[in-house]
């Protein structure tokens, strides 16, 4: 995919919160105008990277970028599990990603059971896959660093 890595930001909105509370696996979600600006080339599937909530610390995190059911599956939708333990929800606060890869494309699953465990051998796929130098790398990108922090920093 040409266009990956791919950056983006926008602040956190409310889902519909489908399955999460059945799955246990929070999934954050962007505004559509995020969404509309994905490059064509990025097809729908489960996806890899790093996110950023607010001025915080860079994380490992997993996505899906799919169709919603809600909306009849005419509108797309990308939803981020940050692979780390958060204090408090974070809706309305900026958050930033890189899409580094891809793992694999939606499916769906015969029992829940069978979907969780999908979603977690999706988050041991992209804890592995980020250890490389090539990903690690990004997660240091000047995208994450706001230009104030960089400047009280002395670079
Ligand atoms: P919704 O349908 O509103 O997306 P979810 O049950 O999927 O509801 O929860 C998502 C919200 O949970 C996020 O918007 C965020 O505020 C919060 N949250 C807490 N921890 C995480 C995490 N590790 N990854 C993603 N979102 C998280
Ligand atoms: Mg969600």
């Known amino acids: ?69 809600f909306y009849k599956n005419e509108k797309k939708s990308m939803e981020t599990h940050i692979i780390h333990t958060f204090k408090e929800d974070f809706y309305g606060e900026v958050l930033s990603i890189v899409i580094v890869g891809y793992i694999r494309p939606e499916k769906s699953f015969n029992s829940i059971d069978e979907l969780i465990a999908a979603i977690h051998s999706d988050i041991e796929e992209a804890t592995s896959r980020l250890e490389s130098d090539d990903h690690r790398k990004l997660k240091d990108d000047s995208f994450f660093t706001p230009l104030d922090r960089t400047i009280m920093n002395g670079h």
């Open 1 to 69: 995919m040409k266009s990956l890595p791919y950056f983006c930001r926008g602040e956190v909105v409310k889902g519909f919160g489908r399955g999460s509370k059945e799955l246990g696996i929070r999934t954050a979600n962007f505004p559509d105008r995020v969404v509309e600006h994905l490059p064509a080339d990025i097809p729908t599937g489960i996806y890899y990277g790093w996110a950023c909530v607010g001025h915080g610390e860079v994380h490992k995190m997993v996505m899906s970028i799919g169709w919603n059911p």
